[in-house]
Nanobody, 117 residues
Framework: QVQLVESGGGLVQTGGSLRLSCAASGLTFSSKRMNWLRQTPGKEREFVATINWNGVYTSYADSVKGRFTISRDNAKSTVYLQMNSLKPEDTAVYYC??????????WGQGIQVTVSS
C-alpha cells in the first residue's frame, strides 16, 4: 500500500525558509511523477510544483516561481520542496501527491506551514 509522509513544516517569519520532505513507500518511486500541492481553509487544493521521474523536468505555479524549488532523491524515495522568501500567503497545509498534475493517485496526510507577518 502506498504511503506518503510529509515532514519539515512549521512556523516561520516572512522572508524565511523551510524545506519540506515527502518520504514514499509502497510504490516504484523512481518511475513516478511527484507533486506538491497546498490548501487553505475554504479553498480548493492548489497545484504548487511537479517533478518528473528523473528530476529533469519541473514546473511551478506562478505564485511560487523563483522562490520554491522541487527536487527528488530516488535512492531515498523522497521528494523535497525548498521554500525561500516565504510570504504570509504561503500559509497552508502542504501535500505531496503521486501522478500527473490533475490526475493524482495518492496523497500524503499533509503538513502545516505557517508564515507570520
Amino acid at each position: 500500500q502506498v504511503q506518503l509522509v510529509e515532514s519539515g513544516g512549521g512556523l516561520v517569519q516572512t522572508g524565511g525558509s523551510l524545506r519540506l520532505s515527502c518520504a514514499a513507500s509502497g510504490l516504484t518511486f523512481s518511475s513516478k511523477r511527484m507533486n506538491w500541492l497546498r490548501q487553505t481553509p475554504g479553498k480548493e487544493r492548489e497545484f504548487v510544483a511537479t517533478i518528473n521521474w528523473n528530476g529533469v523536468y519541473t514546473s511551478y505555479a506562478d505564485s511560487v516561481k523563483g522562490r520554491f524549488t522541487i527536487s527528488r532523491d530516488n535512492a531515498k524515495s523522497t521528494v523535497y520542496l525548498q521554500m525561500n522568501s516565504l510570504k504570509p500567503e504561503d500559509t497552508a497545509v502542504y501535500y505531496c501527491a503521486v501522478g500527473l498534475p490533475g490526475n493524482y493517485n495518492n496523497w500524503g496526510q499533509g503538513i502545516q506551514v505557517t508564515v507570520s507577518s
